[in-house]
């Protein structure tokens, strides 16, 4: 166990793994714990991460965002191929399930929790732990099986509803239910805001039974990684701020536009860019 002292309160809480990924130029850190974290302290949030991983308690990447945890022998390590045929994706480690006990007691009252499993490793019942808070979910990592040699495929998540049903709002990839729409109609059903984006697209929006679509301003697209949880952080706080999904949809669509046009952790929003997405419309 590893704790940053003291803790101080924060307004948004994300739980889920720190990811190692293996690229063609070397390991960067990963995951949506990353990126989402990032994207929160730029929008001004006070922020803290739950998570288990080796020695990530003071990753410069992460801008002296507070960690707690478990620490781990192994740090959740996934690889990429791109293949002819599309991606392929491994995952050659995972570190330990994360659950309620490894929050901070000064951690239980924040205004955002998003629970953000890359490789099934947040405990579902935390849905319902934090009974103040607006949830968020990022259910990728729920929807993700592997074999032996660490192939990772889609996989059916027998939780959903009940978690959705606990939750306030969930972004998902239509990539990530491998463009199956008869999912998307499930989840909708069972949660009160989806918002499912859709690469350089754009994102659509479901609520109260009605679904709009939010089309992203041009750009020259260099590196799409991060995009979606870039876009998960800017939903749920500019959801939180507002209580619109609408323009929780059009908020995180402009900003998740910029994000392409840089590469790595340089694709987190600036001051500027937050500005424009407040004020500007698509």
Same mark, same amino acid.
């Given at each position: 166990m590893y704790r940053i002292v003291p803790i101080e309160p924060v307004d948004y809480l994300i739980i889920g %793994?720190? +990811?190692?990924? &293996? =690229? *063609? +130029?070397?390991? $960067?850190? #990963?995951? =949506?714990a990353s990126y989402s974290a990032l994207t929160a302290k730029a929008l001004g949030l006070r922020v803290g991460i739950v998570t288990a991983c080796n020695n990530c308690l003071n990753l410069e990447e992460l801008n002296r965002i507070p960690v707690a945890g478990l620490t781990s022998e192994d740090n959740t390590v996934f690889e990429n191929i791109q293949t002819p045929a599309?991606?392929? $994706?491994? @995952? %050659?480690h995972r570190a330990p399930t994360l659950n309620l006990s490894l929050v901070p007691e000064s951690w239980r009252n924040p205004s955002i929790v998003h629970l953000a499993p890359v490789a099934n490793e947040v405990d579902p019942g935390l849905v319902r732990a934090f009974p103040? /808070? @607006?949830? #968020? @979910?990022? *259910? $990728?990592?729920?929807m993700r099986a592997w074999d032996e040699q660490g192939l990772v495929r889609f996989t059916d998540w027998p939780e959903a509803g009940f978690v959705m049903q606990n939750a306030s709002a969930a972004v998902l990839s239509i990539e990530d239910v491998h463009g199956d729409e008869s999912y998307i109609e499930d989840f909708a059903s069972h949660i009160r805001v989806l918002a499912v984006t859709? #690469?350089?697209a754009g994102a659509r929006v479901y609520w109260n039974g009605d679904v709009r679509r939010f089309r992203p301003p041009p750009v020259d697209e260099l590196e799409p990684t991060? /995009?979606?949880?870039?876009f998960a952080a800017s939903f749920f706080y500019r959801l939180g701020a507002t209580r619109d999904p609408w323009e929780a949809g059009r908020f995180a669509t402009h900003l998740a536009s910029f994000s392409v046009t840089r590469r790595g952790? #340089?694709?987190i929003p600036n001051a500027d860019e937050i500005q424009m /997405?407040? =004020?500007? &419309?698509?």
């Open positions: %793994h720190i +990811t190692e990924d &293996i =690229t *063609p +130029t070397g390991s $960067q850190i #990963g995951g =949506t599309g991606r392929v $994706q491994y @995952l %050659h103040n /808070a @607006l949830i #968020g @979910l990022t *259910p $990728q990592g729920w859709e #690469g350089a991060g /995009a979606g949880d870039i952790m #340089g694709s /997405a407040m =004020t500007e &419309i698509i």
